[in-house]
C-alpha cells in the first residue's frame, strides 16, 4: 500500500489551465507493475475517470476529456501531474489521484482528494 | 462504449442483508470491482475480482457476477455501511475505465 497526495490550486480562473500534482509516498513511482491516474468527481455525482500514466511516460485519456488532457509523470521526484486546458466551470470538481493495479484492473490505492473550482 | 447501470439508492435496517446491483452487458465475462466511498472521503476499494476482499475489509462484504448482473451483498450491515457503492470494469473500448453511477446505502 502506498500514500497518494494531491497539490496545486484549489481556485482556477475558466479558460485558463488546471495543474494538480500527486506525490507517492511509501513505495516507487517506477514500477511496472501500477499504472498512475487521475478521477475526477463533480460535485454530488459519480466518478469519471480521466487518465492514467506509465512509468514509461506512456499515457491512455479519457476520450471525451482527451483533446484537453496532459498526464505526465517526474519518477525522480515520485510524482505524477495532471493538466486540464481551457477550463470551465463544468469542470469544478474534487481530483483524487489513484495508483491502478496493471495486471488486475482496478484502483487500489487513492489520494484524498481536491477540490478545485473554476470561477472568475 | 460499455455502460454499468445502478440503482441510485438502497435502504436496509441494522442487522440485515443489503444488496446492491450493477447490470451490464454480458457482465459475467469481466472482472467486477466495488469500491465504498463515505461522505467527504475518498473511494476505498471493497471487492476486487467479482468477490475477493482486500485487508481490513469485513468479511460481512461479498460480491458475485453472473449473466448481465453483478452484485455486492452486504450481511448484518451496521450504520457505518452507509456510504456510496460504485462497481467497476475495465472494457477493451476506447474507454475502458467504466464505473457504474453508484448506490447510495442508507441504514435506517
Known amino acids: 500500500q502506498v500514500q497518494l497526495q494531491e497539490s496545486g490550486p484549489g481556485l482556477v480562473k475558466p479558460s485558463q489551465t488546471l495543474s494538480l500534482t500527486c506525490t507517492v509516498s511509501g513505495g516507487s513511482i517506477n514500477s511496472g507493475d501500477y499504472y498512475w491516474s487521475w478521477i475526477r468527481q463533480h460535485p454530488g455525482k459519480g466518478l469519471e475517470w480521466i487518465g492514467f500514466v506509465y512509468y514509461s511516460g506512456s499515457t491512455y485519456y479519457n476520450p471525451s476529456l482527451k483533446s484537453r488532457v496532459t498526464i505526465s509523470i517526474d519518477t525522480s521526484k515520485n510524482q505524477f501531474s495532471l493538466k486540464l486546458s481551457s477550463v470551465t466551470a463544468a469542470d469544478t470538481a474534487v481530483y483524487y489521484c489513484?495508483?491502478?493495479?496493471?495486471?488486475?484492473?482496478?484502483?487500489?490505492?487513492w489520494g484524498q482528494g481536491t477540490l478545485v473550482t473554476v470561477s472568475s | 462504449s460499455y455502460v454499468l447501470t445502478q440503482p441510485p439508492s438502497v435502504s436496509v435496517a441494522p442487522g440485515k442483508t443489503a444488496s446492491i446491483t450493477c447490470g451490464g452487458n454480458?457482465?459475467?465475462?469481466?472482472?467486477v470491482h466495488w469500491y465504498q466511498q463515505k461522505p467527504g472521503q475518498a473511494p476505498v476499494l471493497a471487492i476486487y475480482n467479482d468477490g475477493d476482499r482486500p485487508s481490513g475489509i469485513p468479511e460481512r462484504f461479498s460480491g458475485s457476477n453472473s449473466g448481465n448482473t453483478a452484485t455486492l451483498t452486504i450481511s448484518r450491515v451496521e450504520a457505518g455501511d452507509e456510504a456510496d457503492y460504485y462497481c467497476?470494469?475495465?472494457?477493451?473500448?476506447?474507454?475502458?475505465?467504466?464505473f457504474g453511477g453508484g448506490t447510495k446505502l442508507t441504514v435506517l
Open positions: 454480458n457482465i459475467a465475462s469481466k472482472s
Open positions: 467497476h470494469v475495465w472494457d477493451s473500448s476506447r474507454n475502458p475505465v467504466v
Open positions: 489513484a495508483r491502478w493495479d496493471g495486471d488486475a484492473y482496478f484502483f487500489d490505492d
